[in-house]
């Protein structure tokens, strides 16, 4: 493995957890009633930074994440155009993480100034998501590309030799189904989240007593 694709995989890692701890926290700023606790947008209450009150700071931090975000993304795309070994698979890919951050960017501005609406807040949330599995794809495909190299065919394909084509597609299709009913869940779950229906159904499995509530 070459430093360059080393160091590019390190980075495709380190962004991919400053994600999913950017969704985590978005989490607590719902859960938090944090979110219009800086009703401004790029700055917070007119300043860079705001007084150190317990949701501000809590808003704040998620701001802060979401900076980080931005800053290792293009650190990862400028590696990626410096690495040889990886650019010819992952510029396509880089480019749609680009395009996904700006339009996160953009959405979360939304959200703030238009106070929460609905459908704004269930877009953000998808489209972390997305960002997030364009990030995984790409540290896959720069780990693939890294190990090439060094292995040899017989190695890669594992002791038990090559997977069949058919199965291998088989597996492909039903984990992008999974994904895609995954991501269904996740919108559903910022809906039922951001319109305060969390406790329409009290019990569970049934709702209100019945399988289907009026």
């Known amino acids: 493995m070459s430093a360059g694709t080393s160091r590019l995989v390190t980075l495709l890692r380190v962004t ?5 701890l950017l969704v985590v926290w978005g989490g607590v700023v719902r859960l938090s009633g ?13 300043k860079l930074i705001p007084k150190p009150q317990h949701n501000v700071l809590i808003e704040y931090i998620h701001r802060a994440l979401a900076g980080l975000v931005g800053i290792a993304t293009v650190t990862v795309a400028i590696a990626v155009f410096r690495t040889p070994a990886a650019r010819a698979r992952l510029v396509p890919l ?29 877009a953000h949330l ?27 065919p017989a190695a890669a394909a594992g002791e038990g030799g090559a997977v069949d084509p058919g199965k291998r597609r088989g597996i492909a299709l039903w984990a992008k189904i ?10 559903l779950g910022g809906w039922v989240s951001s319109s305060g229906a969390a406790l329409a159904c009290p019990d569970f499995p049934t709702c209100q007593g019945m399988w289907l509530p009026p």
């Open 16 to 20: 991919l957890l400053l994600v999913f």
């Open 34 to 46: 944090s979110g219009l606790a800086i009703p401004d947008w790029p700055l917070a209450h007119g």
């Open 94 to 122: 880089t480019i749609a993480a680009l395009i996904t951050l700006g339009l996160q960017i953009f959405m979360g501005a939304r959200v703030v100034l238009e106070e929460l609406p609905v459908d704004r807040v269930v």
């Open 126 to 152: 998808v489209i972390a998501f997305v960002f997030f599995a364009i990030l995984l794809r790409m540290a896959l495909v720069a780990r693939d590309a890294a190990d090439e190299a060094g292995v040899s």
């Open 178 to 187: 999974a994904a895609g009913l995954v991501l269904l869940q996740v919108a």
